[in-house]
């Protein structure tokens, strides 16, 4: 199976080594990756502050680096990828050459932990990681994409690793991109509360599919001299400690 490597804004220029990571467990489990050239940011930015017009420009240039490609299109981030899934079709004219495209493409656009369970039908990748960690769910891969279970099944199948229990598990973390520039004072409140409930857990690790509440939570982490450390998915499933 082939898959073509949507990387994203944050994690290209903040989580080069969880990139890696994901290349890593794919490319353990034969699937054969490729990484079109021409992609740009997904235009998710433009559109959360009401610039539609040029969230069409980039959304034709994200098309057509990744429309002609075979397989399903990979992203370490269930923000981005819900944004094609459910937006991209909404920007151009049904019965359009560029509509059928869009609805064509974000079909077999797929969140990490979402095209490893769901398309692969794996949940053990053969990643060992002997920690306690506990795991925050971001909102857009909840609630835009579904994904309650399949990052837990991920981790609870990685050898040693101990799964403890976050009481705010589905709350947000206050980020939200645009919302956070927006409204520091509520976003900042929002990461204090949620910094506090990883504190509390036990864990030594908060596991995070998603590269702006890892940025976020890291950051509360790393302000308050936390020990616990922020880490995205794929570092933990690439480990074999």
């Known amino acids: 199976m082939q898959a073509q490597l949507f990387l994203t804004c944050l994690g290209e220029n903040f989580f080069s080594p969880a990139l890696k990571d994901m290349v ?3 490319e353990r489990l034969g699937v054969q990756c490729a990484m079109p050239e021409g992609q740009t940011c997904c235009g ?3 559109y959360n502050s009401g610039f539609q017009s040029q969230t069409r420009g980039l959304a034709r240039q994200w098309l057509k680096a990744f429309g002609a490609t075979d397989g399903y299109i990979v992203a ?3 923000s981005c990828v819900d944004f094609v899934r459910h ?3 909404e920007l ?3 019965g359009t050459r560029e509509h059928a495209l869009a609805q ?5 656009t797929c969140e990490f932990s979402q095209f490893l369970v769901n398309v692969l039908q794996v949940t053990d990748v053969g990643a060992s990681f002997p920690r306690k960690v506990t795991y925050h769910a971001s909102c857009h891969g909840l609630r835009g994409l579904g994904l309650r279970d399949e990052p837990k099944r991920l981790l609870r199948a990685v050898k040693g690793l101990e799964l403890i229990p976050l009481s705010s598990e589905e709350t947000c973390c206050g980020f939200g991109g645009i919302f956070s520039m927006v ?3 509520v976003s900042r409140a929002m990461m204090e509360d949620k910094v506090n409930t990883i504190q509390a ?3 030594e690790v908060v596991v995070v599919g998603e590269p702006g509440c890892l940025m976020n939570i890291a950051g509360g982490l790393q302000k308050i001299n936390s020990p616990v450390k922020a880490m995205h998915l794929a570092e933990i499933l690439a480990s074999r400690a």
């Open 24 to 26: 890593e467990v794919l």
């Open 44 to 46: 998710q930015p433009f």
């Open 76 to 78: 370490p981030s269930g």
């Open 87 to 89: 937006r991209y079709v």
């Open 92 to 94: 151009f004219p049904a």
């Open 104 to 108: 064509a493409t974000a079909a077999r």
């Open 183 to 185: 409204y520091p004072e």
């Open 201 to 203: 857990s036990g864990a």
